[in-house]
């Protein structure tokens, strides 16, 4: 079992930046991926950015040049750095993590932080 507490969501204007946070607890040694997901009114949960424990990064088209995603290994969390927000980011950004126990792929997710951008 993996615990994750999120923060750093908000209200920013268009333009603005933002750094989330995600702090992971628990069965740590077994997380092989940790990454962000967000899920806008509306629509579907999809995948933003993540990172292996190897350091591999990947993002999605939309948010290429714009968001950063880093790890620090000694805190067991993951950042998301967000700048240029736009107000299509608004969303509610969930951190998510991978685990494989015996070949087995787990997810766990965080409670969700609301980062909201006005114009």
């Known amino acids: 079992q993996v615990q994750l507490v999120e923060s750093g969501g908000g209200l920013v204007q268009s333009g603005g930046s933002l750094r989330l946070s995600c702090a992971a607890s628990g069965s740590i040694n077994r997380i092989v991926v940790m990454g962000w997901y967000r899920q806008a009114p509306g629509e579907q949960r999809e995948s933003v950015a993540a990172i292996t424990t190897s350091g591999s990064i990947n993002y999605a088209d939309s948010v290429k040049g714009r968001f950063a995603i880093s790890r620090d290994g000694a805190k067991n969390t993951v950042y998301l750095q967000i700048t240029s927000l736009k107000p299509e980011d608004t969303a509610v950004y969930y951190c998510?993590?991978?685990?494989?126990?015996?070949?087995?792929?787990?997810?766990?997710w965080g409670q969700g932080t609301q980062v909201t951008v006005s114009s």
């Open positions: 998510n993590v991978k685990t494989v126990v015996r070949d087995v792929m787990y997810n766990y």
